[in-house]
């Protein structure tokens, strides 16, 4: 069995139209009512009328379908016909009209109603060529490669000089090339960030710094904790850090803060802040602050390097961000009591 119909649905005709059928079935029989249906869609193709045609080659098939009528009207000259010619002619307009619709539904981008329609005529005739073409352009199109390759290939079977699927199977295997490289080039990133992660681990594991990461993990654009060389444990640690100002609730953000450096070099540039009216920030009048991973606070001593606020299990770095408290140090006990009432600490 062809790939692509390994996967398909069973869809049914719709029976919506059955009993306005069935009164067509007087005025004809059913290949002639059917091949009326048929020709109608063809005009429409001709124009490029994909659902007009779409819709005359259903009814064409529906009227296929329709039941023997029961009985006949008196009045309804019956004619003795051969019915093996006409099941066989019946048999080549239902081929060609799900072979038709194939190519409105195609043209419409109903790839998935196109191979079923393909699946359908070639279950009448295997030799149908453009069906196996347009079964194999619809799987290209949902990028399904082992499919379209396999009804490309099925269709040159049939007819080996045929242009249109020699054309149609170059550009499947061009297709499959550049889903090679792109499937390559994600899991060479998917490896080198896995790589990255681990690495990263390791350093922060060997400088004993603690780490969790939330669900509502804040917005840094591009800042992220990470190495200075990525594959290098032992290269410079940066970390993104904000700086709280709680009683103003203001703050600043240092984007890659290195573990080399210490509060005060940063904050020699960052203060006095342009809304500190009553000139209490400077780099010498502030204390800073840092909370545990038990919930409390610890003096973060501003000459320190970021490595040795870290490192000793106490400070946690929370979804990558490095939060400081920055207050002046003529309020720092009266923010402290502040902080430990509210956490119902004394």
């Not at 091949?35 to 064409?60: I, L, P």
């Not at 196109?114 to 453009?130: E, G, I, M, S, T």
């Not at 490095?322 to 140090?329: A, C, G, L, M, T």
Request: glycine share 4%; hydrophobic share 35%.
């Amino acid at each position: 069995m062809p790939l692509f119909m390994t996967s398909l649905d069973d869809a049914d005709e719709d029976n919506e139209q059955l009993q306005a059928l069935r009164a067509l079935a007087y005025e004809g029989t059913k290949a002639e009512v059917a091949d009326n249906f048929r020709t109608q869609g063809n005009e429409c193709v001709k124009t490029k009328q994909w659902r007009d045609a779409r819709d005359f080659y259903s009814k064409a098939i529906q009227a296929l379908k329709a039941p023997e009528p029961g009985n006949v009207p008196a009045d309804v000259q019956v004619v003795e016909i051969d019915e093996e010619s006409e099941r066989k002619k019946e048999r080549e307009i239902e081929e060609a009209c799900y072979s038709n619709r194939s190519l409105c539904e195609l043209n419409l981008s109903n790839y998935g109603s196109c191979q079923r329609d393909c699946a359908a005529a070639l279950r009448l005739n295997p030799r149908n060529v453009k069906a196996w073409y347009r079964a194999a352009s619809a799987c290209l199109a949902l990028d399904k490669m082992p499919e379209a390759e396999d009804a490309c290939s099925r269709g040159l079977a049939v007819e080996p000089s045929n242009c249109a699927l020699q054309s149609l199977l170059a550009k499947i295997n061009k297709r499959r090339d550049h889903l090679a490289e792109l499937e390559q080039t994600r899991r060479e990133r998917d490896e080198r960030s896995a790589r990255d992660k681990a690495t990263l681990q390791r350093a922060l594991k060997q400088r004993n710094i603690l780490v969790r990461d939330t669900k509502q993990a804040p917005d840094m654009e591009d800042a992220v904790m990470g190495l200075r060389d990525r594959a290098d444990a032992n290269s410079s640690l940066s970390f993104p850090t904000v700086l709280l100002y709680p009683m103003q609730a203001q703050s600043d953000f240092i984007k890659a803060f290195q573990e080399d450096e210490s509060l005060a070099q940063h904050l020699k540039y960052i203060l006095p802040p342009p809304w500190d009216e009553g000139h209490e920030y400077t780099s010498q009048s502030v204390d800073c602050y840092m909370e545990t991973a038990s919930g409390g606070l610890i003096k973060a001593g501003k000459n320190l390097s970021l490595l040795k606020l870290l490192e000793g299990g106490k400070v946690e770095v929370t979804d990558g961000l490095v939060k400081v408290n920055v207050v002046p140090r003529s309020k720092a006990s009266q923010w402290i009591d502040d902080v430990k009432k509210r956490r119902g600490k004394t």
